[in-house]
């Protein structure tokens, strides 16, 4: 039976609260990034907590909307988590193999991150061809947010880069 987004919510807290033990005992610049990575990872957390919490009120008008977009906050969470054990591990290595196999780790989570983005996007679009009238609007808009969202973030990620 697979996991609801409840129980897969339940076990990120609990790799955050690792992560977070993980912080506390780090030293110096790396302590200082760990708990940065890990405050933000509580709030999104919280917002994904939200979200859930939305999607799972039967009541909700766009309840199908509310569920989706908690399952793409809940993916982002458990992507942004993947990608902090990794960073953590980075910032602890003492030598060069053991750095680069942590941020290829890293490097694997987003770019599995942004496959399946766009594999979604993709699908939305063939829906989008196939739909029209208030729905088709509808579902432009969500696009138009998903491919600002990929923007937004590949800007983020150049801006690091340059």
Known sequence: MPATMDDRL????????RLQESAKAAHG??????????A????QEASTRAAIKRANDRQAKNAAEKKQDAEERLE???????????????????DGKSFANAVRGELAEWNAYFGRAQKRISSELDELQASSGDSARKLRKRIDGDVDGLNQSMDKLASRFH
Not at 10 to 17: A, F
Not at 40 to 43: D, E, G, V
Not at 76 to 94: I, N, P, Q, R, Y
Request: aromatic share 0%; proline share 0%; charged share 40%.
């Open 10 to 17: 339940k076990e990120i807290g609990s790799r955050i609260d």
């Open 76 to 94: 982002g969470l458990e992507t942004k988590v993947k990608v902090t054990e990794h960073a953590m591990v980075a910032d602890a290595a003492a």
């Open 29 to 38: 610049r790396a302590k200082d990034s760990a708990q940065e990575r890990v």
């Open 40 to 43: 933000a990872l509580r709030r």
